[in-house]
């Protein structure tokens, strides 16, 4: 069974940038897509983007000019950045393995709750 | 981007009773709408994919449908574990959308 676990600062300032990792345990990030989707304060859910080896990223164009994916399969982990972060951010962030075809979320780390405050 | 309109928002239910949540799509999506469990500091779990197919270790009490743009979850006898938040997601094409969430809890 794959596992994933996000890692990262729980607390931002504004226009500061959001790093996250999520490191992939019980199977290669060599195979499917990799992606973030993030839960706002009202519960709505939100997808980010994906990436997958060997491919260019694919972005929400909503977040696009703020967002860049990278994947590092020699540690099985791959990364958020989001750039000039407003309170609008603060979520919790989550990552999942997106399967080829049809893009379904298979497997999903706990999440990350990242606050934006002053 | 494909707009993903749920409910209802919130319902309140008893361990036994019967749920149906739905979804509409604002276009036609075929058959791409997955349905995902959502409790809090837990992982997600996918339940149904393609509209109807139970991902493996989903009880068989919960099942998915769908009638043109309209799809909808159901969860047949409601047991302890299921209180949570439901949301459907279409993966038809497009930045991938959700609906709004459907809370499942205990009246």
């Known amino acids: 069974q794959v596992q994933l676990q996000e890692s990262g600062p729980g607390l931002l300032k504004p226009s500061e940038t959001l790093a996250l990792t999520c490191s992939v345990s019980?199977?290669?990030?060599?195979?499917?897509?990799w992606g973030w989707i993030r839960q706002t304060p009202g519960k709505r859910l939100e997808w980010i983007g994906n990436?997958?080896?060997?491919?260019?990223?694919y972005y929400n164009p909503s977040l696009e000019s703020r967002v860049t994916m990278s994947l590092d399969t020699s540690k099985n982990q791959f990364s958020l950045i989001l750039s000039s972060v407003t309170a609008a951010d603060t979520a919790i962030y989550y990552c999942?393995?997106?399967?080829?075809?049809?893009?379904?979320?298979?497997?999903w780390g706990q999440g990350i709750l990242v606050t934006v405050s002053s | 981007d494909i707009q993903m309109t749920q409910s209802p928002s919130s319902l309140s239910v008893s361990i036994g009773d019967r749920v149906t949540i739905t979804c509409r799509a604002s276009q036609s999506i075929s058959n791409s709408l997955n349905w995902y469990q959502v409790k809090p500091g837990k992982a997600p779990k996918l339940l149904i994919y393609t509209s109807s197919t139970l991902h493996s270790g989903v009880p068989s009490r919960f099942s998915g449908s769908a009638s043109g743009t309209d799809f909808t979850l159901t969860i047949n006898s409601l047991q302890p574990e299921d209180f949570a938040t439901y949301y459907c997601q279409q993966s038809y094409t497009g930045p991938r959308t959700f609906g709004q969430g459907t809370k499942v809890e205990i009246k």
């Open positions: 990436i997958y080896y060997g491919g260019r990223p």
């Open positions: 019980g199977g290669s990030t060599r195979t499917y897509y």
């Open positions: 999942a393995r997106e399967t080829y075809g049809d893009p379904v979320f298979d497997n």
